[in-house]
């Protein structure tokens, strides 16, 4: 069955580093564009950025737009997000997810890991 598992996730503090892995089995990880999401407490669930097949193309939601970084490896099924810099307000749990409508307001995802924890904090 589709499996995404998130790990890496932890306390960082504010202008320090994280970087997330998503482990991805059970469908066709490299057929697929493959996104972040997360969910904070300020903003609720929000697209944080996509990357798409074979990393081509990557897109970021303007709070994160040059500090976190997507890539992937298709080789390890695995997707990743370096994050850097990071802020409080970057505080939240953190989901792969794969198919999803990015409409405005909550993304809708058909699948996506059970996602791990990240607090920035000092």
């Known amino acids: 069955q589709v499996q995404l598992v998130e790990s890496g996730g932890g306390l960082a503090q504010p202008g320090g580093s994280l970087r997330l892995s998503c482990e991805a089995s059970?469908?066709?990880?490299?057929?697929?564009?493959m996104y972040w999401i997360r969910q904070t407490p300020r903003e609720g669930l929000e697209w944080v950025g996509s990357i798409r097949q074979g990393g081509t193309m990557t897109t970021y939601a303007d709070p994160v737009k040059g500090r976190f970084t997507i890539s992937r490896d298709d080789a390890k099924n695995t997707l990743y997000l370096q994050m850097d810099n990071l802020k409080s307000g970057d505080t939240g749990v953190y989901y792969c997810?794969?198919?999803?409508?990015?409409?405005?307001?909550?993304?809708?995802?058909?699948?996506r890991g059970q996602g791990t924890q990240v607090t920035v904090s000092s």
């Open positions: 997810a794969t198919r999803c409508l990015l409409l405005g307001g909550p993304p809708k995802c058909e699948r």
């Open positions: 059970g469908f066709p990880f490299v057929s697929e564009w």
